[in-house]
């Protein structure tokens, strides 16, 4: 089965499941799908985390693919000359772009895990981009709301008619230079865009942008995924596994599970006041850690057995009460993305969360692709865990996650986009599913809700909108927003697979 964010990509993975891949396989042809259909969320120019579970050594192992700063890059990337902090908007550009790590990830997670040969895996994505596929519906809402991409030449002749405007939903859209670059990628590996024409190009744009940046061919050729060991945690009768740092996502998602089992969450009826209220609490003592902790271990200490540590969760719940904190305080003690999930006709699983940051990333495209912003996520004041430093990786908070149950056999696999609220999405969608009975579609279909420690967040225009005033008798400052998770996953059930794709984008499941 496959559950990803558009049907193309689905049936590319698919197709490499029936023709005898694995889960690792069919990754790398999603990937590429994604990054020629959906433009706006993930890509080559990009990064991801992949979680990969093989069924056959009863083992999971995390691929660190983030982007990293260039070896040029200073803490005082993102301030103006007068020491204040940048405007979001004003970072973007070239110096915004991180080194990508995607391809290289998938290389490596390919040469261990892979059974069909690397060029096989990218012809469903090469026949898209030279045939043309149909403009996505997201898609077309994404470039009508856009105000920067237009003035990129090559944007402008893929996406956009004559008259400057959006190409219609429906309409054909070609992308031959996306489809020359994979040739070349599927013939010779991931160092055909770590090294010569294609480094050489993405340096050149980068460098040559109005908001200019410091990478190099140096900083591409040293570009290196890592494996890192996952973070795991019980949660009630299952095992959860994530990604560890440089995200914070699985640490903050083990967190909030951690304190929600220590407190009445379970007595809480589904969809009521109470239920939001234990969960956005368990959100902003998580968040407040996070802002604190979280960075890229290879440059600063990120205490994860401290933050999961029992005892230390059960002093973070006790200070959940009737009513809202509002905002937490870090625990005292020493110290636009996309998602899909694939499991194989022989039980290995794959969640991987792939991004390039902003929609549209960077807003600079090379040869078909479109450069990540990724470096934004680092902290735009220096002096925290997460401030910029040469060949770092910028915090994230992907959390593709496993779940297992008491026999040791892969319960859930699930992940999701969104930014800062993934840590929010991937929680709630959790809980649905292990504490409300929900199957997976119907959790992932649910409202969405959570802190970031700040206001609690509603999704607007869902019944949840209804508790309000019971929220606000609990002392929250409520606020309804646009919530747009893209949740994929996958739960075993009795007899086989069932998948779910998040409504709120256009993904879809196909399966045996």
């Not at 496959?2 to 999603?30: F, Q």
């Not at 007595?267 to 998580?286: C, I, K, N, W």
């Not at 902003?358 to 692709?369: E, K, L, P, Q």
């Not at 009975?437 to 802190?451: H, K, R, Y």
Request: aromatic letters at 8%.
């Amino acid at each position: 089965m496959v559950a990803a964010a558009h049907p193309l990509a689905v049936d590319a993975g698919y197709a490499v499941l029936k023709s005898g891949g694995t889960a690792v396989d069919a990754a790398v042809a999603v990937q590429t799908v994604l990054g020629l259909v959906e433009p706006e969320s993930s890509g080559i120019g990009g990064g991801a985390f992949m979680l990969y579970w093989s069924q056959s050594e009863k083992r999971l192992t995390s691929y660190d693919g983030r982007e990293t700063a260039p070896a040029a890059a200073r803490p005082d990337r993102f301030l103006k000359s007068d020491g204040t902090p940048m405007e979001f908007w004003d970072a973007i550009g070239g110096r915004s772009v991180g080194v990508p790590g995607v391809l290289r990830m998938l290389e490596v997670a390919h040469r261990r895990h892979g059974r069909l040969r690397w060029a096989e895996l990218f012809q469903y994505a090469i026949f898209a981009a030279e045939e043309g596929f149909a403009m996505p519906a997201q898609l077309h809402e994404e470039l009508a709301a856009e105000r920067l991409l237009p003035a990129d030449p090559a944007a402008r002749r893929i996406f956009y008619d004559a008259d400057g405007k959006p190409k219609a939903a429906g309409e054909r859209v070609l992308n031959p230079q996306y489809g020359a670059t994979l040739r070349t990628i599927a013939t010779r590996g991931a160092d055909a865009f770590y090294s010569g024409g294609i480094a050489r190009d993405i340096v050149n744009a980068v460098r040559s942008h109005a908001r200019p940046g410091d990478m190099t061919e140096e900083d591409l050729a040293g570009y290196r995924a890592l494996e890192r060991a996952p973070v795991c945690g019980p949660y009630r009768a299952w095992r959860v596994c994530s990604m560890g740092p440089p995200s914070s996502g699985g640490v903050a998602v083990l967190q909030i599970l951690g304190m929600l089992e220590r407190v009445p969450f379970a007595r809480a009826p589904r969809h009521s006041a109470a239920a939001v209220h234990f969960f956005t609490e368990a959100g902003r003592l998580a968040y407040a850690d996070r802002a604190r902790y979280a960075g890229d271990p290879d440059f600063v200490r990120v205490p994860v057995a401290r933050l999961l540590d029992g005892k230390y969760l059960d002093e973070r719940a006790r200070r959940i009460g009737e009513r809202s904190m509002r905002v937490a305080l870090p625990g005292d003690f020493e110290s636009g993305t996309s998602h899909f999930s694939i499991v194989d006709a022989n039980g290995n699983a794959v969640a991987m969360t792939t991004t390039i940051e902003s929609t549209f990333g960077s807003r600079i495209m090379v040869r078909g692709f479109l450069l990540n912003n990724q470096l934004t996520d680092f902290d735009f004041a220096p002096g925290g865990a997460n401030q910029v430093a040469p060949r770092k990786r910028p915090r994230s908070s992907m959390a593709p996650t496993v779940v297992f149950d008491g026999d040791g056999q892969v319960r859930l696999v699930v992940g999701s986009p969104g930014g800062p609220n993934i840590i929010n999405y991937v929680a709630r969608t959790l809980v649905a599913t292990l504490d409300w009975g929900f199957d997976v579609q119907s959790a992932i279909a649910l409202p969405n809700f959570g802190s970031r420690n700040g206001p609690t967040l509603l999704e607007r225009g869902t019944v949840y909108e209804a508790l309000r005033a019971d929220l606000e008798s609990r002392n929250h400052v409520v606020e309804s927003v646009p919530l747009q998770s893209g949740l994929h996953a996958i739960e075993r059930i009795a007899g086989g697979l069932r998948g779910g794709a998040d409504p709120r984008r256009g993904g879809a499941a196909r399966g045996d």
